[in-house]
């Protein structure tokens, strides 16, 4: 657990504490938020509330290099325009590089991590990292910072994919939870700001499907709570391709609320809503929001832009 309790943050803007749901999404902002990012932002929220769950938004912003201009704007108005309603606010993690430095400090202490000066070029083609920093004890500083993982399977039961499992330690070895040039890894963010905003519930794209075991993995040595997990269906363009912001795949225009709404309900197999307010739209989708009716696969059948 984090020695400071104080790093906790506010779950709400009302005081109540609920724990039995708390939800997210959480999007990087690598570009404008497109068709794929609304039905992750809308099962995310749909399901917390059908469960009179919370839900938070959290922009994943520690890859700075990354970042695309205007992109963290785009989401901010998505939120708005779409008119979800977050219960707390709206977090940045370019603001909290000093609680994640703070965490790996203490998995240091507890000999969980360590320097690694294994360049790109020395790892080749070997995606399996085979631990050669690993005894070496080398100084933190301007290294890449690797945690240590176990050669055990770990499982878990996916809300609508079934049961995955990876062995760390066969299936990737070590892995960085911050880069040599200072940037703090995704999988070590995720997980920290997880547990300090009480979440319960992940629900999220497939293509994040693979990144699981190494959160539940850091989750474990931190001493975090098990979350439960939901992967969704990937909606795809038609080169096959997973829309992406890599992939150009087109900013949602926030003119047309109401008609994309109802296409992400559609995507998601949802009965029919009526074109109404966004508000409205989703208080009906919340009402009658069925996950019995996602699609169990990775990828949607529909080709969408
Ligand atoms: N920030 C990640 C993305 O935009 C999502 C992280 C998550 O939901 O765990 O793909």
């Not at 039905?39 to 917390?48: E, K, R």
């Not at 905003?197 to 629900?203: K, L, P």
């Amino acid at each position: 657990m984090l020695s400071n309790p104080s790093l906790a943050l506010p779950l709400e803007k009302g005081g109540k504490v609920a724990e039995h749901y708390v939800g997210r999404f959480a999007p990087s902002p690598t570009g404008p938020l497109h068709f794929g990012s609304l039905i992750t932002a809308v099962a995310s929220y749909c399901d917390a509330r059908a469960h009179q769950g919370r839900w938070v938004v959290r922009i994943e912003d520690t890859d700075i290099p990354r970042i695309y201009p205007c992109s963290e704007d785009h989401i901010l108005r998505s939120i708005d325009a779409f008119q979800f309603e977050p219960d707390a606010d709206i977090i940045f993690q370019k603001d909290r590089l000093d609680i994640y430095e703070q965490v790996i400090e203490q998995l240091h202490t507890q000999g969980l991590v360590y320097a690694c000066q294994c360049t790109r070029k020395m790892l080749g083609s070997n995606h399996i990292y085979q631990g050669t920093c690993r005894e070496l004890g080398l100084a933190l500083k301007d290294q890449a910072i690797r945690v240590k993982v176990d050669d055990q399977d770990i499982c878990f039961m996916d809300r609508l994919q079934g049961t995955h499992c990876s062995n760390l330690m066969r299936d990737l070895g070590d892995f960085v939870l911050k880069r040599r040039d200072g940037i703090i890894n995704y999988q070590l963010a995720v997980v920290v700001d997880d547990y300090l905003q009480g979440m319960t519930h992940v629900v999220r794209g497939a293509d994040l499907l693979d990144n699981t075991e190494r959160q539940i993995w850091l989750a474990q040595i931190l001493g975090y709570p098990k979350l439960e997990y939901m992967h969704l269906p990937l909606a795809m363009n038609d080169q096959g391709q997973k829309l992406s912001k890599q992939n150009m795949a087109q900013a949602l225009d926030l003119n047309q609320a109401p008609a994309l709404l109802q296409q992400a309900f559609a995507a998601l197999q949802q009965a029919p809503v009526d074109l109404d307010t966004p508000r409205i739209m989703l208080q009906q989708a919340i009402a009658q929001w069925d996950i019995e009716r996602i699609p169990h696969r990775l990828t949607l059948a529909q080709i969408y832009q």
